[in-house]
Each structure stands twice: as C-alpha cells, then as structure tokens.
C-alpha cells in the first residue's frame, strides 16, 4: 500500500528541511552545505558558542560579519536561567538572541563531565545541585527534549554521558549504552519536525565502543550525527586517532559534528577526516583575556611589546578590529579593563576562525587540502608569544 500524496509530501518535505549534500571522500576533507530553517550551513563550519544566549560581548550582527552561519545555546544553563519556558514565551532564541540564521541547542550532556562536583548520573538521567543557587535540577532524556522544543532551536541534541579521557573501558562501555538508550528515548520525546536531532557517538578512546556506538545510532537514523567525548584530555595525536575510524564509520549523507574541539591543529586535522561542523569557546574566552589569535600564532597583548604598536592584530584580516584598533590600542584597553577590548578581540578571534573555515573550503574545493594544512601548520606557532618575546 503506497502512502497517501500528501504524507509524501509531508516526507519530502521534512526531508528537504535538513537536507545535506557533500562533495568528497567519505573518509577524507569534504565540503558541503546543511540546509535548516533558518538557512544554509556551509561546512566546514565553525560554530561560536553562546552559552547562555549570547556571544559574550558581541552583538547578532557583529557574529554575523566574522561569517558565521549557525551559533550555540546551552540547555543546562538556559534551563537554570532564565528557563526554557521564559524564552519560549519571549519568542524563542532567535528572538532572544536577534539571530536570524541558524541556532544549535547542546543538551546539557557536556556538564555531566564538566561539573562532576554537583551531579549524580543514573539511568534516569542527570540530578544536578545546579551551580547558581544549588536548587535541584533533573534532566533526562525526555526533559531535555522538551526543554530544546520550547527554546527552538534548529539543531537539537541527544542527552548524553561524556566521560573523560582517564575513563577506563568499563566505565566507557556504561556511558555508551546509557546514551544509546537515552537516544532512544530521546527522539521518542522528540515533537517538532522543524528541528533536526543529532545523535552522539560515545566510546572514549576505544575503537570497539566507538564502532558500537556508531552502529547503535545509525539504526535510529538521525539527521545528523556529533562525536563526542573527545578534546577532554587525551591530546592532538589520540584525538585524531580515534577521529579518523569514527568519522569514517557515520552516514556519507548526513553531517559530522566535533563537538568542543577549537585548537586550529585539531581542525584541520578533523577536516582532514570527514568532518563537518565544530564549536568551542576558545575563540571568545580567550579573546576577553587578552589573547589574539594570527596566523602566525597568538599574540598576548598584555605583553609590553605592543605597548606602543601601531600595526592591526593581524594584516591580512578584514574584521572591524583589525580595521580601526592598532596592537597598541588593543593593549590599552585590556590593561585597563574596558570592556571594548575583550569585545573586539572576541570579534577578531572568530572572524579567525570563520576565514580559516573559507580558506579549507575553497582548497577542499581546489582538490588542495593536505597542501594547505600542511602550509598553514607550517606557518603556524601554537604557543605564540613568550615571555621573552615582551
């Protein structure tokens, strides 16, 4: 018995919303564009996040100059405050942050490794003393669900458990088939066709747990699919490793999200895999302390050497930072504390990151990849200044 033209249409349609096309190798750099509701993703793509509805210090229009498509919220902490059901009655996060493209909502899985302190984890879910007044907060699958429904955003993720890279295998084994059942349960809660629910593969260092956990996903079919548990301690060479088989291992059709990884190395390397999307709060964190990110590596503008420097951050970037405020400017305002320097390094930061993911694109595209992360890294000086350099 065939469907009735308007449940294909339905389907059709649905399938449409989150289309993924990609050009590449399935275990190799590739590019492509996801499309959402709210617009395209052209991936690779960096993601700046915004924990708390937010890029911290940056207007929705400044994030949107650094060439940024799609941005992140956090579920635990908008559930703590100011409440899932506030924003939802203030027209839901694109309203809230003034972002017409595209949102990714985190399920709050990242602080069942971060803040250990506070939490017990049960099959149930996740019992948080949550770490603004201590009051307790329940999440599990169905309440993690329910909460990303009412925020709205585009992207939406499983409840899941990330344990760090100390974990033994036992440990590791738990926390996968805890989030396959959890997944399970999750895209059962799930009630909005106008967001799309990425799976997340588990399975720490150990490449049985992450083919288990890829398989186990893949039969739930998601639209997308997020690696997690990585960039938790275990460094560059382990990452990629344990990357490379992963990423491989997930549906060529559907999108491939590192999730918290934002060391240039790590990027590239994961792009050099197969992946597609990323996010970390290194751009903006590290941006309010005084650091810059360059192509030659960063620089911290705290140091004395900049004091009198009139050249921009960086030459060859086109950000607003770099087009009106000199080293030494930039210098003055974080010594001083003004909150105008942490804005602009933030703003320069990722429109570093955002021309980083233009420029593997166009050499994916070029059929140069290896070339240009070879010539980039080679450039490239990962601690950036020293002390000696003052």
């Keep these: ?3 009735p033209d308007s449940q294909q249409a339905d389907r059709s349609g649905r399938a449409a919303m989150f289309a993924f096309a990609s050009r590449g190798p399935g275990d190799g750099p590739r590019v492509g564009c996801f499309q959402t509701p709210h ?16 890029v911290k210090g940056l207007t929705a229009e400044q994030v949107a100059t650094t060439g940024a498509q799609v941005v992140l ?7 703590v405050r100011p409440g899932a059901e506030v924003i939802e009655r203030l027209g839901g996060l694109h309203r809230v942050m003034g972002w017409d493209r595209a949102i990714l909502t985190d399920s709050g899985g990242f602080q069942v490794f971060s803040l250990t302190a506070i939490r017990q984890v049960s099959d149930e ?11 307790e907060l329940m999440l599990t699958p169905a309440s993690a669900i329910e909460a990303q429904n009412r925020l709205g955003a585009d992207l939406i993720m499983c409840l899941d458990e990330c344990v760090g890279a100390q974990a033994d295998y036992e440990t590791s084994r738990s926390a996968v088939e805890r989030t396959t059942r959890w997944a399970r349960a999750c895209k059962a809660a799930h009630r909005r066709e106008d967001q799309a629910l990425f799976g997340i593969v588990q399975g720490q260092l150990f490449a049985d747990l992450r083919r288990q956990s890829v398989e186990e996903l893949g039969e739930l079919d998601f639209p997308g699919y997020a690696i997690g548990g990585l960039s938790v301690g275990e460094g560059h060479e382990r990452m990629m490793e344990t990357l490379g088989p992963t990423a491989a291992a997930l549906p060529a059709g559907r999108p491939r ?12 390397g994961a792009i050099g895999r197969g992946v597609d999307m990323f996010d970390c709060v290194l751009p903006t964190r590290n941006g309010r302390n005084g650091f810059a990110f360059t192509a030659d590596g960063p620089l911290k503008l705290r140091n004395e050497r900049h004091r009198l420097d009139d050249r921009p951050v960086e030459d060859e970037c086109d950000c607003y930072c770099c087009r009106r405020m000199s080293r030494g400017v930039l210098r003055h305002l974080v ?6 320097g942490a804005s602009m390094l933030s703003l320069h930061n990722l429109r570093f990151f955002g021309r980083l993911m233009e420029q593997a694109r166009t050499a994916i595209g070029a059929g140069r990849f290896e070339a240009f992360a070879a010539d980039w890294l080679a450039r490239y000086r990962p601690g950036g200044e020293t002390d000696k350099d003052s």
């Design 1 to 3: 018995m065939t469907e």
């Design 39 to 54: 617009g395209p993703v052209d991936t690779p793509a960096f993601m700046p996040v915004g924990t708390q509805a937010t």
């Design 73 to 79: 919220a956090n579920t635990y902490h908008l559930v």
């Design 125 to 135: 879910g996740v019992r948080f003393a949550n770490h603004v007044d201590g009051a």
């Design 257 to 268: 999200y590192l999730m918290g990884v934002g060391e240039p190395a790590d990027l590239l």
């Design 335 to 340: 010594m001083s504390g003004e909150m105008l």
